[in-house]
Nanobody, 121 residues
Framework: QVQLVESGGGLVQPGGSLRLSCEASGSIFGINAMGWYRQAPGKQRDLVAT???????NYRDSVKGRFTISRDNAKNTVYLQMNSLKPEDTAVYYC???????????????WGQGTQVTVSS
């Protein structure tokens, strides 16, 4: 019953900004790391950024200084602020989270449905 719902994608001109959000809902007893992945046409799905439960953060090199990942644990939500967007950022962006769905269970990976980000003039 766990669900990740993403929002905030769309069409933006080069140099513009978008803010993606992903809220987890359902039977949630804990969330460990959360992250964003992206998949461009003809490319594999790559990690964009991750944020651990204690907020340690990693970015892929190509987005450092432009993207900011954050989370609101009280809202079970992870965000991706994307600034100075480039055409190379065009992709479907997927939210990922490691979630404990049962009080005595472990953490399993859950994925959002994906949201399209298109950077074009």
């Amino acid at each position: 019953q766990v669900q990740l719902v993403e929002s905030g994608g769309g069409l933006v001109q080069p140099g513009g900004s978008l803010r993606l959000s992903c809220e987890a809902s359902g039977s949630i007893f804990g969330i460990n790391a959360m992250g964003w992945y992206r998949q461009a046409p003809g490319k594999q799905r790559d990690l964009v950024a991750t944020i651990a439960s204690r907020s340690s953060i990693n970015y892929r090199d190509s987005v450092k200084g432009r993207f900011t990942i954050s989370r609101d644990n009280a809202k079970n939500t992870v965000y991706l602020q994307m600034n100075s967007l480039k055409p190379e950022d065009t992709a479907v962006y997927y939210c990922n989270a490691a979630i404990k769905a049962w009080p005595r269970g472990g953490y399993d990976d859950y994925w959002g449905q994906g949201t399209q980000v298109t950077v074009s003039s």
